[in-house]
């Protein structure tokens, strides 16, 4: 269910009054307070704000993760708070590559076959055409030479250099990363956040959350979140490519 | 790449955790295994009765006549309403096994090693042309038998040892032997098993029945009718028209009828009874092993449900995963196939080999009929998909936010339930008990099914055991209830004086009573005739029986034509106090008053009278059929000894001695009749309580492994490997204890429900009895299993290191 965007100012991703409440039995919680968020193609984003700020129920409502309690959310043209679950894995696979802070690879399948999930889940690509396209896509991320190993054979950033493979294994216009490098040493978390600029280059629209304050001066524009709400919105120029 | 990433998972999945894997293919497997031990045991039994029973042409009735010869068998063949007719000679004799020199008379007073046993022997003129109750030589054995040999029927061998080439010594006369060689083994499916009666059977040739002092003309005639589809009282009034008809006017005369139930064989309610009990547990077994299936598989889906969520971020829909599950449940159920298909049929074939055996049905060869195959492999598909489609449908619906937030148990309502309140109102207990109890509920679905499993094991073993402690109340019952020691029947009437002073002459005799018997038929107002009946004439005021009254009254000594049945009798036949019934005994038609109705004693239909009356209208006056004999000293070795001692000096006398028992002989033979139904419950009851330790272990096992990182978190704050094996195991008893609680308040119900469904198929009352020292084994039997299925994943999980535990997801 995508329909191209009519927006003038090309808007990928539009959160328009998005509210989020938690009912946790007692007390409700408002996660997210009316939040309004456009992100437009191309666009490098960071969500940055303190643990329980409401970052990543944010990010998790752009990719459909979670449903918001009221507002809507239209990514590429499509009303994600719409779809049942089902169109949301399907449009998912196809739009957003997801990658998280835990890597979150599936311990009994090998590195190239992680990559390849995504791909026979949503039929992309032909199936013997796959393993080319996942080793190409290894190599992008400098692990090709892994291919064949388990998780549990890779360091922490080899894992996430996987997941990022995996996250751009169908191709999607959009990148959606919680805390990707929260779980990485500094020198790792610098090398995979240069993958991600890399992939800005590439004309990937990538929408990623934070704490990390250096990180966030190196995304495009950074938003602020705090108590549900963004307060704070900066601008970033562009900086020239460390090493 | 062979295989696409996600069918790759599943297969991966199965080798990576190997214990899981092994528990589910055990689950299912054992659902499988019992349902074809039972289908594959049960359809053996059935196949090997359906071509036994019919190969032997089974005789529609016995008539048991004074001798006859040629004319009289070709007068019964010409009657329109017969079929088929054979004549054949049947006496009774006593024996040893044991060659002649052998088994000579010991001194006075010196217990013979080799006891005296009765057999039935069948001879005939020409066994090849044998037609009905057909008899078939076993394991090459030589038939017809020659002049001098003996074929035994082959249950004789559940008795007494012996083999082809043995001898067996037959008392002939007053101190006179023959020797016959046993020449082999043969199977008549028509014979009440040895191990249930006190007389084995035997076939001989006529020159041989000659040989052993007896007439060589026939004395049974064994008929088939033209009808078919008759009921048995149909059966009965038209056998008693062509006796009455064609036999009687012959000159013959007819002593006794037996008509069965056409199509039918007399174990066949015994037989029924089983299957019953077996079909039942076997599907009881079978739905236990779905309920193990649901467990494993919701555990598996729970430990991977932040994996269901990447697979659902990453663009997989709820179908394709469910699709993958019911896959790796497939597989599951293939190995399963693997391992309990091939035992269970080794089972069933072992099975229906034992009970075969036991209830004389004989043997086909072959294993259990082709259906068993395909409802095995039916089973190990189909079960665990339909056991396991929900909890997959359930895991794969998880939203992915839920996914990736769950721990295992809900926060948020955890703490709120009744249980989990109680459970913190509970004071002053140690921590780690505390925890125990509370994990013990944390998951209550869980906790549900497995509690649901063991304890409908544990209700089914315990029931069993009341079961058992029932027929061995009946046993004893019935030991109170014939109050002597020992039986000694006659082949003809005897001088009641003479036998009893010979008796009363006997070291280790105290007392004796003689008893006028009779085979009787019971006239029904149809004119329709019951001839399994016998009839006892005692003085009423006996000692030598205790009988158990259920209505009415025990005779008097002025009772003149009133008589007193047994339930047997009286349920077949609809006989009230204070109805009457009409008997036929030795040509004596006569109406006799039902005054009392006492409790059957396993003997079959009976019919107690007043000895002195009925002396009197038999015309029998001090001519008696049974002496009963009391003993100074009642272990089984002294009733044997003082058995055998009367039985020597009767001889002496030329008394026509056909069988001597003691108590603890007719004990023993009731129990094995009693027994054989509580073995079948035994083997299924065991079959049951391992599903039901099946689903513990794997409860347990599961329960553990999501506790790595409790486990890991005890452990860096100070708790010890045994803190953490008391905290598991606590758990497991509290698990066990609990099922067998639940269970034992089923035990009551469902033992009686038990007890009286077998009191119908055996047609003969229970004892009811509730064992309580049942409750107790099983509980400790249970708290142990408990124990033991907890410590060995509580030791696996405490050799994790702290780090690695903490870490685990």
């Known amino acids: 269910m995508t329909t191209p965007s009519t927006e003038p100012s090309d808007a990928l991703i539009r959160l328009e009054n998005v509210v989020k409440v938690y009912d946790t039995g007692e007390v409700p919680f408002t996660a997210l307070k009316g939040i309004d968020l456009t992100v437009r193609t191309g666009e490098f984003v960071g969500l940055i704000g303190k643990s329980g700020s409401g970052k990543t129920t944010l990010i998790n409502m752009i990719t459909g993760i979670d449903r918001p309690t009221e507002g809507e959310v239209i990514v590429d043209g499509t009303p994600v708070h719409a779809l049942n679950e089902n169109q949301l894995a399907r449009w998912r696979g196809k739009t957003i590559g997801v990658v998280f802070q835990f890597f979150q690879l599936l311990p009994t399948l090998t590195v190239i076959e992680n990559v390849m999930l995504p791909m026979d889940f949503c039929n992309v690509h032909a199936p013997r055409e796959r393993p080319e396209f996942a080793m190409h896509l290894l190599e992008q991320v400098e692990m090709a030479d892994q291919a064949h190993k388990l998780p549990s054979a890779l360091s922490g950033g080899q894992q996430q250099r996987v997941a990022i493979a995996r996250a751009l294994a169908n191709d999607p216009p959009i990148l959606a990363a919680d805390e990707p490098t929260g779980n990485l040493d500094s020198a790792t978390a610098d090398a995979v956040f240069g993958l991600f600029e890399s992939l800005v280059d590439r004309h990937k629209t990538i929408v990623m959350v934070t704490h990390d304050n250096d990180i966030a001066t190196r995304v495009r524009r950074s938003l602020h979140v705090h108590d549900g709400e963004i307060i704070e919105e900066t601008v970033h120029r562009p900086r020239t490519k460390r090493g | 790449m062979l295989l696409e990433p996600r069918w790759a998972k599943i297969l991966r999945d199965l080798t990576a955790h190997k214990l899981r894997t092994m528990l589910v293919v055990l689950s299912i497997a054992v659902g499988i295994f019992a349902i074809v031990v039972v289908m594959g045991g049960r359809g053996m039994l059935i196949d090997s009765f359906a071509v036994n029973f019919p190969k032997s042409n089974p005789m529609s009735a016995t008539m048991f006549t004074s001798d006859f010869g040629d004319l009289v068998t070709a007068a019964v063949a010409r009657d329109p309403r017969v079929a088929m007719v054979e004549a054949r000679r049947s006496e009774t004799f006593r024996y040893r096994v044991g060659a002649l020199a052998s088994v000579a008379d010991p001194p006075a007073g010196v217990a013979v090693a080799n006891r005296s046993r009765s057999i039935s022997l069948t001879a005939s003129r020409d066994w090849s042309a044998q037609k009905i109750d057909k008899v078939f030589a076993q394991g090459g054995a030589t038939w017809p038998p020659a002049r001098g040999e003996v074929l035994l029927e082959m249950s004789v061998r559940q008795v007494i040892p012996v083999v082809v080439g043995d001898s067996i010594t037959v008392d002939v006369g007053a101190n006179e032997r023959r020797e016959l060689r046993v020449a082999g083994f043969a199977h008549d499916i028509n014979a009440f098993p040895s191990m249930f009666t006190s007389t084995d059977s035997g076939f001989v040739s006529m020159e041989t029945m000659g040989d052993l002092k ?596």
């Open chain 2, 214 to 809: 007896r007439p060589t003309s026939e004395n049974v005639i064994l008929l088939t009718l033209q009808k078919t589809g008759l009921t048995r009282e149909q059966a009965s009034t038209l056998a008693a028209d062509i006796r009455d008809d064609t036999v009687a006017p012959a000159g013959v005369t007819v002593y006794g009828m037996n008509v069965p139930k056409p199509g039918s064989h007399f174990l066949g309610d015994i037989f029924k009874a089983i299957s019953v009990l077996l079909l039942a547990l076997g599907v009881m077994a079978l739905a236990l092993s779905g309920f193990l299936v649901v467990n494993t598989v919701s555990a598996l889906l729970t430990q991977q449900t932040r994996q269901i969520g990447v697979m659902k971020a990453v663009g997989g829909r709820a179908s394709q995963i469910t699709s993958m599950y019911l896959t790796l449940v497939t597989v599951y159920g293939l190995l399963a196939i693997v391992v309990g298909l091939p035992t269970g049929m080794a089972a069933a074939t072992w099975f229906a080999s034992y009970a075969g055996g036991l209830l004389n049905f004989g043997t086909t060869t072959g294993g259990p009929p082709g259906y068993t195959l395909a409802l095995g492999i039916a089973v190990g598909l189909v079960v665990p998909i339909a056991a396991a489609y929900i909890p997959i449908r359930i895991g794969t619906s998880i939203p992915v936010v839920r996914a990736f937030n769950a721990t295992g148990v809900d926060a948020a309502k955890f703490g709120h339930g009744l249980v989990d309140r109680a459970l913190g109102l509970l004071r002053g207990l140690p921590r780690p008990v505390a925890l125990s109890l509370r994990n013990t509920f944390k998951r209550k679905g869980r906790l549900a099914l497995t509690l649901t499993t063991l304890t409908l094991a544990s209700a089914v073993v315990m029931s069993v055991m009341c079961v058992r402690a029932s027929m061995l109340q009946t046993v004893a019952d019935l030991e109170t209830w014939w109050n002597h020691d020992v039986e000694v029947t006659f082949a003809q009437p005897v001088n009641a004086r003479a036998v009893e002073a010979e008796a009363l002459g006997t070291p280790g005799v105290v007392a004796v009573e003689s008893w006028v018997t009779r085979s009787t038929t019971l006239v029904r107002g149809d004119g329709s005739e019951n001839d399994s009946l016998f009839t006892i004439g005692l003085p009423a005021d006996t000692t030598f029986i205790k009988p158990k009254l259920t209505g009415g009254r025990w005779l008097k000594a002025d009772d003149t034509d009133s008589v007193v049945v047994n339930t047997d009798i009286a349920k077949d036949e609809n006989l009230v106090v204070g109805g009457v019934v009409k008997l036929k005994m030795r040509g004596l038609e006569k109406t006799w008053h039902v005054v009392g109705v006492v409790s059957g004693q396993l003997m079959g239909p009976v019919v107690f009278a007043n000895r002195p009356y009925l002396e009197n209208a038999l015309q029998q006056r001090g001519e008696v059929g049974r002496t009963v004999i009391r003993t100074q000293a009642h272990d089984t070795a002294f009733q044997q000894q003082v058995g055998d001692r009367v039985e020597r000096r009767l001889k002496d006398l030329n008394e026509p001695v056909s069988g001597v028992r003691t108590q603890k002989g007719m004990r023993d033979q009731v129990a094995n009749e009693l027994g054989i139904l509580v073995t079948f419950l035994v083997i299924m009851a065991t079959i049951l309580a391992a599903v039901g330790v099946i689903g513990l272990s794997g409860t347990m096992i599961i329960n553990v492994l999501e506790s790595t990182r409790e486990i890991g978190v005890m452990r860096a704050i100070g708790a010890s490997h045994a803190s953490i094996y008391q905290v598991f195991i606590t758990e497991g008893i509290v698990i066990g204890a609990l099922s067998w609680l639940f269970g034992a308040l089923l035990t009551y119900p469902t033992s009686y429900a038990l007890v009286k469904v077998l009191e119908n198929a055996m047609g003969i009352p229970l004892s009811y009895v509730f064992s309580w020292s049942g409750l107790a084994i099983w509980l400790a039997i249970v708290t142990a299993i408990s124990a033991v299925a907890s410590l060995l994943p509580a030791f696996n999980a405490s050799q994790v290191s702290v780090r690695d535990a903490i870490s685990y997801e």
